[in-house]
Structures are given as structure tokens and as C-alpha cells.
């Protein structure tokens, strides 16, 4: 079974408009962190955000903002007043600290492809 | 200069030859990780090193094998190349608390088997 699920595979939006991007997670862990990276045209990764499991407020940053809710196991993503250059794949990602054996690893979802039209 | 080096960036080769892939990082992190990225799947883990002497196998480790020969290198190794094999592959480190920081990815290595 998959640990982390990001169930939209594409989303189109036109510039400006608002998108949210979901990631539904699943863990046993009491003590994990969810992260998001964009991977744009380009290829490379870039790190995003890091949210560990103990601290549920939301975070905004510019035009991104993030609301995680351990209660439904999401750590949504949202842009708002998208532009071209956000185009791009985001990747969701766990990982687990309770875990000796799997400690540091990173489990990616597969990833939701954003094209934002002009 | 980029903190986590890839070598090659491209490679074509055929089916049957040997590859190996390169990753050196100069952030003086413990823990090495190569991942492979097709299409709809995301990225799979493949080997994971959290020092020289601490090598573990990922999700999808058949048919490759990993050295590490420094803190600072660590390569992926294709055996006997197959074209399922075609990915994007990248290298990645973290440091600090395990599972707390953040990776940081090399800018991938596309291999292509015919």
C-alpha cells in the first residue's frame, strides 16, 4: 500500500486562479514529517516545506500555504493567484522517525503535474 | 558549484553493458540516497547509505548495486543494463536528525537502454 497518496495526477488553471494540491498520507508512526518538493521543467528537485507531526498550524509563505490535518491524514497545498512559472511536477513525501530500520528515508507520492495557462 | 554532483547527466548505452553512475556531495552529510523516477510513479528508492559501512536496499534494488567509497561519494551501479531501466535517476543527501532535514537532490542522470 501506498504511504503517501497524491490522487490528482494533472490539474490545468488559468493564471491567477487559486489551486489546491492534495496529499493523503498514511503512517503508524506518532512522530513523522511530510514535506513538499517542486520539480519543475527543468528536472531538478527543490525543497519546499517541512511540517513534522506535532505541529498542525498552518503555514503561509507568499502566494503558498499549507494545511496540514492529522485527523484525515492530508498536507494539502495550495497556491494562490497561480502564475506560469508554477508550473510544475510536486511531489509530497513522508518520513518516518519511530522506525529504526526505515529512519531517514523518504516515501514519495507519484506526483501531481500543475500547468498553469496564461 | 552545486552541492551534490551527478555524473553523467545523459547517458545512452545497450543492453547488457555496465553502467555506473556517480554522486559526490560537498555538504558533508552521512546518509546517501539514489532514486529512480519514471513517469506516473514518482520516486522509488533504490539503495540508501547512512555512513561507508551502512549500505541498505530500497524498494527496487534488483538488477543494481551501490558502493559507497566516501563519506562523500557514493555510486550506482548497473550490472547488466535492461531498457527497463530507462529513468531519470537522482542522488540525494541529508544531514542532522534523520527523518527531520530535508534531502537535497543532484540535478538527475537520464539513462536510456536500447
Known amino acids: 500500500a501506498q504511504k503517501v497518496t497524491q490522487a490528482q495526477t494533472e490539474i490545468s488553471v488559468v493564471e491567477k486562479e487559486d489551486v489546491t494540491l492534495d496529499c493523503v498520507y498514511e503512517?503508524?508512526?506518532?512522530?513523522?514529517?511530510l514535506f513538499w518538493y517542486k520539480q519543475p521543467p527543468s528536472g531538478e528537485l527543490v525543497f519546499l516545506i517541512r511540517?513534522?507531526?506535532?505541529?498542525?498550524q498552518n503555514e503561509i509563505s507568499g502566494r503558498y500555504s499549507w494545511n496540514f490535518q492529522k485527523s484525515t491524514s492530508s498536507f494539502n497545498f495550495t497556491i494562490t493567484a497561480s502564475q506560469v512559472v508554477d508550473s510544475a511536477v510536486y511531489f509530497c513525501?513522508?518520513?518516518?522517525?519511530?522506525?529504526?530500520?526505515?529512519?531517514?528515508?523518504?516515501?514519495f507520492g507519484r506526483g501531481t503535474q500543475l500547468t498553469v495557462w496564461p | 558549484d552545486a552541492d551534490v554532483t551527478q555524473t553523467p547527466r545523459n547517458r545512452i548505452t545497450k543492453t547488457g553493458k555496465r553502467i555506473m553512475l556517480e554522486c559526490s556531495q560537498t555538504?558533508?552529510?552521512?546518509?546517501m540516497y539514489w532514486y529512480r523516477q519514471d513517469p506516473g510513479l514518482g520516486l522509488r528508492l533504490i539503495y540508501y547509505?547512512?555512513?561507508?559501512?551502512?549500505?541498505n536496499k530500497g524498494e527496487i534494488s534488483d538488477g543494481y548495486s551501490v558502493s559507497r567509497q566516501a563519506q562523500a561519494k557514493f555510486s550506482l551501479s548497473l550490472e547488466s543494463a535492461i531498457p527497463n531501466q530507462t529513468a531519470l535517476y537522482f542522488c540525494?543527501?541529508?544531514?542532522?536528525?534523520?527523518?527531520?532535514?530535508?534531502?537535497?537532490f543532484g540535478p538527475g542522470t537520464r539513462l536510456t537502454v536500447l
Open positions: 540525494a543527501t541529508s544531514g542532522g536528525e534523520a527523518g527531520y532535514n530535508e534531502q537535497f
Open positions: 503512517t503508524r508512526d506518532t512522530t513523522y514529517y
Open positions: 511540517r513534522n507531526s506535532f505541529d498542525e
Open positions: 513525501a513522508l518520513s518516518e522517525v519511530d522506525r529504526g530500520s526505515t529512519l531517514g528515508r523518504l516515501y
Open positions: 555538504k558533508g552529510h552521512d546518509r
Open positions: 547509505s547512512f555512513d561507508v559501512k551502512d549500505i
